[in-house]
């Protein structure tokens, strides 16, 4: 006879504009799925309490809340080791928030939380084209640039739980000044706003007609988009920043010594035009005895349902990533 | 009643001059120590003969051979996935060299090799300033600049066993040529070579008198010495040194948060003159959230030791260690 067992998980992505919950079973089909305005609360508290109800009426309609196992979470400066959110520059709740602690008592079941970049890379290992790699890295392309280190089949989180900011690894000396404060990092150039920041200098620098220009805004898409219609310029905005891209990615590859290379977030959305150059320079510049050796690929999964199911990927290995319990 | 049980391991360093076996119990305490040169054997065969004989003649000397658990070997271009030596550059033989395979089956025990850059981490790890920490980096500055990372505990080998290259680290774009074929890496300024280079240029570009000017040969630590004196010229060699492999260690420490980069190897014999500018240029760099929290520090083992150590220690967690068996 065959006694019951407690079959899904929840997974909450908490992104800045919006949460989304999921239902998750333990192959990563996702059997309902709902979201709301992260913004709508503006204290933690009332946060939790409604994300709890919408949990409980959520899976009280899709089977019964006594088949959830457990609940793994993703947020914006997350803390793993200790289940808070520490200072969220861009979440409506500041200062130490016991995100875990706070959810676990109001559901009476096992909740772990996870840093955003951390359970990224968690679901695609999972569930995406990270399967069975031991050791890779994944780099997010957005309005910053995030990554992190999977070491020997797990995250690696670092002493304080800030690895993976390659981000902020210089790549130019006295370069471009960054948000940081510092100069030459490697978002300056690569992110959204570097991005558009060198389309600008080559605008601003040559008379050369260029689709470009007549762009009601100039943004990432807008260039990609110019690029396709076989702008000289635009492609060479792209060119520039996949040269950028490929060194940095290169001195991280020859430290690491990664499987593959997977790129995610808004910006890879450039594909040949951005992964071409990157992928010639990233050849280039990694040290010999693993050039040729390392994949670049580009995620398998959408950037929405990749942090569901690595939130789920977290509350199913809830024993080995949970240790504020 | 007690039980008889096998108290000690055999450490073996082979490092390009000699090898190093001892007699180590799980405290790191050293019962027997001997060597003899690396290079005394053209064939890998006869070696590995000699090196059993002499493991056989120190262990029934020294308590009897029934006492060792198992051994633990460290050496150039180990790979501890297959127990081989692969295509060493440095040492007199040949191709893939089985070694863990060929001495186990002479020995009659379990036998676990490591490199030797993972080895001295695990020595470090387990008997010297790192013990208790799980994130770290050592970095061995001498000929050529080798490092190894720690992350959750555990060496980080990589997906091909290639990890902590940041020896060839571009750290000047389009800068000093490099051994290695590429322009700007690390190692064509702070290893041994590099540093040579650094004071000749200085000698050459300058007509100011220098200590440095009557060293009959002018070495890393002919120029420490200089600095000892108080020579200008001498101190602003290990400060320019140190400018670099702080940017360098900066970029790596932002990537992998560690709780401390331990420096080894002869170059960091050069103590202040080296490290006090590398630490400032370090926190000039580091990414900002782990500025101030990680710890620069020297290796408490004599560069002898560790390797031996390691190897020993290698040999004490031979289920974890060796898969090749």
């Known amino acids: 006879m065959q006694q019951e067992i407690k079959s899904r998980v929840v997974g909450v992505d908490i992104s800045i504009k919006r949460t989304t919950y999921a239902i998750v079973d333990v192959r990563g089909n996702i059997h309902a799925s709902d979201h709301f305005p992260t913004t709508d609360y503006t204290t933690a508290n009332d946060f939790i309490t409604a994300l709890s109800e919408k949990i409980i009426t959520m899976t009280e309609a899709n089977?019964?809340?006594?088949?959830?196992?457990?609940?793994?979470?993703?947020?914006?400066?997350?803390?793993?080791?200790t289940g808070c959110i520490e200072n969220a520059a861009n979440l409506p709740w500041?200062?130490?928030?016991?995100l875990g602690a706070m959810l676990r008592d109001r559901m009476g079941i096992a909740v772990a939380?996870?840093?955003?970049?951390?359970?990224?890379?968690?679901?695609?290992?999972?569930?995406?084209?990270?399967?069975?790699?031991?050791?890779?890295?994944?780099?997010?392309l957005g309005h910053g640039i995030g990554s992190c280190i999977f070491s020997n089949g797990k995250v690696h989180f670092g002493a304080d739980g800030f690895a993976g900011e390659i981000g902020h690894?210089?790549?130019e000396h006295n370069g471009r000044e960054c948000g940081c404060g510092r100069y030459g990092c490697l978002e300056a150039y690569?992110?959204?706003?570097?991005?558009?920041?060198?389309?600008?200098?080559?605008?601003?620098?040559?008379?050369?007609?260029?689709?470009?220009?007549?762009?009601?805004?100039?943004?990432?898409?807008?260039?990609?988009?110019?690029c396709e219609q076989g702008d000289k310029m635009a492609i060479e905005v792209y060119r520039k920043t996949g040269e950028i891209l490929g060194l940095a990615v290169a001195n991280y590859a020859s430290i690491l010594d990664p499987e593959a290379v997977i790129?995610?977030?808004?910006?890879?959305?450039?594909?040949k035009w951005l992964f071409d150059p990157a992928y010639e320079s990233f050849e280039a510049h990694v040290f010999h005895n693993i050039r040729g050796n390392v994949k670049f690929l580009r995620s398998t999964i959408s950037d929405r349902e990749r942090d569901v199911l690595g939130a789920s990927a977290l509350a199913w290995g809830i024993k080995e990533y949970s240790l504020f319990k």
């Not at 089977?63 to 080791?81: D, H, T």
């Not at 995610?264 to 959305?269: C, P, R």
């Open 63 to 81: 089977g019964g809340y006594e088949q959830i196992r457990s609940i793994g979470v993703s947020s914006p400066s997350a803390n793993f080791l």
């Open 263 to 271: 790129f995610t977030g808004g910006i890879s959305n450039a594909g």
């Open 190 to 226: 690569c992110a959204e706003k570097g991005i558009i920041k060198t389309a600008q200098e080559m605008l601003e620098q040559s008379d050369e007609p260029s689709l470009m220009r007549s762009l009601d805004r100039i943004s990432p898409k807008g260039i990609a988009e110019c």
């Open 169 to 171: 690894a210089c790549v």
């Open 113 to 140: 939380v996870g840093n955003d970049a951390h359970v990224s890379a968690l679901g695609e290992y999972s569930y995406g084209c990270a399967h069975g790699m031991n050791n890779f890295i994944i780099v997010s």
């Open 94 to 98: 500041k200062g130490i928030i016991p």
